[in-house]
């Protein structure tokens, strides 16, 4: 037999066992002819590892196949790319919103800085506040104390009869441009009878809901004022001494706000000269029971006395005929003589007057009131007895 020159496959000679491999050198390797081939003719051996450590089994490629093989993931892959480098082309500007569109429409719209306004001003009449020349001012206040919500006067009735007493200092007057014109009126009056009052200042609706208590119906105004100077039983005696027909309301332990407002509204509308009540069981005259008055504030006095039985005392000794109103009156009020000096007495609509209130009246009369609802709220039973007093005149 012929001998065969040593394969060039191999990379040194060394007769059988003389091949590369992991099995050179070792007595029954394989053959090195074997593994060479194995090497050469299969191509998945080309491919060599997968990362980690396994072997790779990728499919050979297709004829005609020309895409390179995968490589690895760009860090600096951004959105919109696919990995392995198949960018597409960057997003342009992101088109403008509607919103934004509408505000340079309405940008648009303004006239330039120096440019003559003359004509879009002549377009709307000149409103109340822009002819006396007013302008918004921050909400404090200009004299006296700090603005208190409760002590302020809201509403147009109570302001205005606040603005034209000649008795009442005026700090400060907060009103909207409705609120203006509804007091013009009682600025021409005020000015009329040379009282001295603030220049009003121009705001917000909003801003005057801040200065009040929530829920207030202040109508665009509200009036920063002192408090009136108090009245003393004494004084109501002595303006009684020159009118036969004087009439008084006392109110025995009534608290609510509303009730008593609205008690001296009805006396300023029949003529009653005061409404009188105890000192620790009555409200303050807040903004809330001035609102209810509507203006009564002004015209009747809230006499405040420590002891109502003793203050009932001294309107008998000048000659009133003290008449307490309750259900467990003998006789209905029409049947009681009202023709001279009269103090119509009254309690509270839960325990109506007291035992002592009751004992120091002249007479206790009811209403002639029936069906289901046996009572009326005190400030109604107030109007109903001030109209029998008046009718019986």
């Not at 001295?196 to 917000?204: C, K, N, S």
């Not at 009653?272 to 807040?286: F, S, Y």
């Amino acid at each position: 037999m012929r001998n065969r020159p040593p394969s060039p496959k191999s990379g040194r000679p060394g007769g059988k066992g003389g091949a590369s491999g992991s099995g050179a050198g070792r007595p029954g390797g394989r053959s090195p002819s074997r593994d060479a081939r194995r090497d050469d003719d299969n191509p998945r051996a080309a491919r060599g590892p997968k990362a980690g450590g396994k072997p790779g089994f990728a499919k050979p490629a297709r004829d005609g196949d020309a895409r390179p093989p995968r490589g690895p993931r760009r860090e600096e892959d951004t959105r919109g790319a696919r990995t392995g480098g198949d960018s597409r082309p960057a997003r342009g500007p992101r088109p403008e919103r509607r919103d934004d569109r509408r505000d340079e429409r309405r940008d648009d719209r303004r006239p330039a800085p120096g440019q003559d306004r003359g004509a879009t001003e002549r377009r709307r009449p000149m409103s109340a506040a822009e002819e006396l020349g007013l302008e918004s001012t921050p909400l404090r206040a200009t004299t006296g104390p700090a603005l208190n919500k409760h002590n302020l006067l809201y509403g147009v009735h109570a302001v205005s009869a606040a603005w034209t007493n000649p008795r009442r200092r005026i700090r400060d007057l907060f009103v909207t441009e409705s609120g203006l014109e509804a007091l013009e009126e009682s600025f021409q009056k005020a000015s009329d009878a040379e009282l001295d009052r603030p220049e009003p200042r121009l705001v917000e609706k909003e801003e005057i809901d801040k200065l009040l208590p929530p829920g207030a119906v202040h109508q665009g105004v509200a009036l920063s004022c002192a408090p009136l100077a108090e009245v003393e039983i004494e004084d109501i005696v002595d303006a009684a001494a020159d009118d036969p027909l004087a009439l008084v309301v006392v109110l025995d332990q009534v608290t609510d706000p509303h009730n008593v407002g609205a008690v001296l509204r009805s006396a300023a509308a029949f003529g009653a000269k005061a409404v009188i009540v105890q000192d620790r069981h009555a409200p303050p005259v807040t903004g809330t029971l001035a609102k209810t008055a509507s203006g009564a504030v002004e015209a009747v006095p809230l006499v405040r006395v420590t002891n109502l039985a003793r203050a009932i005392d001294q309107l008998k000794a000048a000659s009133f005929w003290t008449v307490a109103l309750a259900e467990s009156g003998a006789r209905h009020l029409h049947e009681v003589d009202l023709s001279g000096r009269t103090a119509l007495i009254l309690g509270s609509e839960g325990d109506g007057i007291r035992r002592l209130t009751g004992e120091r009246s002249d007479e206790i009369a009811k209403l002639p009131t029936g069906g289901p609802v046996g009572s009326l709220n005190v400030s109604t039973a107030a109007a109903v007895a001030l109209y029998e007093v008046a009718r019986r005149r």
